[in-house]
């Protein structure tokens, strides 16, 4: 028994094989902690995600704002055929109800100036903007000629101007529709849609005035976070947008004009010019105004590739990280002839899942950079003095200090890299798939 056992003992000692299987098995037990780790990024970045839309409602949600449509209410007489059953006989019942005829303008021309900055809560930060929106444009000749709606069932008495919006809460000015020379207040209806509405007071003498194109124009003071969005109603729209911030994702159904973006650190401008002809929908509606919000178009004031972004990057990188040094140590192991017991690589691997959570906890309170780089240099100095007690000697330590930290720029290369990250990852696995069969080229491995 005492002979079986030596015997096992002497071939997990000297056998290749044996050695291979339980680094093996050491790197698939160090992937336990590195989920762990991964766990702990995304519990992170879902906490940061909470925060901002808290900060992001108090302040003020996404914006989505139309332009000024008309709206006239008109009477609709219907007959309806009843059944008497104690007479026996059919009578006709006159029903009357009200619906609405809805008009966009002819011209659309929104100018907006956002300026953004930067909330704070704790360790979190969201970005916010205030907007101030300048809204000009004219309606047409209201006709309804070619309708089947008479001219006394028209209330024009009652002709309003809507606004719709997706955001009430981060209106910081009463909005004023100036129509010709009339002055229109607005106040909210209660909806439950999506887009809300402020409707004016009913405007004075509308038969007349609108019997010509009818100028109008307001302005409007709003907060908002994430994104600012105008629906094209206009028969020709066009919208500009300036802002401090230089990182915008333009969103919806129209990209700005590319002759007159531009976009710099010092922020962007950007303009859109949509025709009646490059949406879906046509300029009036009768009986009902459908939502029109996936015809938006506008700009995501988006923040660039965050701290816990880059962290879960640099955490799937982990395997190769773990795997490639351990793999350096069992190499060095079998060219030295020096014994590294199986808890020293456990030792090893713990100390590379650690960067990950020193990247993580560092990045929270500072830049990306200089976490990278205080836990890259904590993880290489904890690995080549733990080594350099192992190895005995300098030649070794340096040696996997230098790969290690040849690894980790590589991986930090990587992570910056956007359109180019697959092919420059590739081209680094294939290099160093190259150096350690190199390297590994003159092991005996008959002693298996």
Same mark, same amino acid.
């Given at each position: ?16 094989? !044996?050695?291979? $299987? ?191 194109? $009818? ?80 015809? !938006? ?152």
């Amino acid at each position: 028994m005492e002979q079986t056992k030596g015997k096992f003992s002497n071939w997990m000692r000297n056998s290749i094989t !044996a050695r291979m $299987l339980v680094v093996g098995f050491l790197l698939l037990i160090l992937l336990i902690p590195l989920e762990f780790v991964k766990s702990l990024i995304n519990e992170r970045a879902y906490r940061q995600e909470e925060v901002v839309r808290e900060i992001n409602e108090k302040w003020g949600n996404e914006v989505l704002l139309s332009g000024p449509i008309l709206k006239i209410p008109y009477k609709v007489i219907s007959e309806e055929i009843i059944f008497n059953e104690k007479t026996d006989s059919y009578y006709t019942k006159t029903k009357e109800t009200v619906e609405n005829a809805y008009f966009f303008p002819d011209k659309l021309n929104i100018t907006s100036q956002v300026d953004t900055k930067p909330l704070n809560r704790s360790i979190y930060e969201s970005v916010v903007y205030s907007a101030a929106i300048d809204i000009k444009g004219s309606f047409p000749k209201i006709d309804f000629m070619n309708t089947d709606i008479p001219e006394e069932n028209i209330l024009w008495e009652k002709a309003t101007i809507l606004l719709k919006t997706s955001n009430l809460k981060g209106i910081k000015t009463t909005p004023i529709v100036n129509l010709a020379s009339e002055a229109l207040s607005m106040t909210p209806q209660y909806s439950k849609e999506y887009l809300n509405t402020i409707q004016s007071n009913y405007i004075t003498n509308a038969k007349e005035i609108f019997t010509e194109s $009818l100028p109008f124009s307001f302005n409007l003071k709003i907060n908002g976070s994430e994104s600012l969005k105008f629906l094209p109603i206009g028969k020709e729209t066009d919208a500009t947008m300036k802002s401090n911030w230089h990182s915008p994702s333009f969103d919806g159904n129209f990209l700005p004009e590319d002759t007159n973006k531009e976009i710099s650190k010092d922020g962007f401008t950007a303009t859109w010019r949509i025709l009646q002809i490059n949406r879906q929908f046509e300029q009036s509606f009768f009986g009902h105004l459908p939502d029109l919000s996936a015809s !938006a178009f506008g700009t995501k004031l988006i923040i660039p590739v965050d701290e816990y972004q880059k962290s879960e990057r640099t955490a799937k990188y982990g395997f190769m990280v773990i795997g490639l040094t351990l793999l350096v140590f069992l190499l060095i192991q079998l060219v030295s002839k020096i014994y590294i017991h199986p808890f020293q690589y456990v030792m090893i691997g713990l100390a590379l899942v650690m960067f990950y959570t020193l990247l993580i906890s560092i990045s929270e309170h500072s830049n990306f950079l200089k976490a990278y780089a205080i836990a890259a240099f904590s993880v290489l100095a904890l690995i080549t003095v733990y080594s350099r007690a192992i190895l005995k000697g300098f030649k070794y330590p340096l040696l996997i200090c230098g790969s290690l930290a040849s690894l980790y720029g590589f991986i930090y290369v990587i992570i910056q890299l956007e359109n180019y990250a697959l092919l420059v990852g590739s081209i680094g696995l294939f290099l160093i798939l190259a150096i350690i069969m190199f390297a590994s080229r003159r092991i005996d491995w008959k002693n298996e």
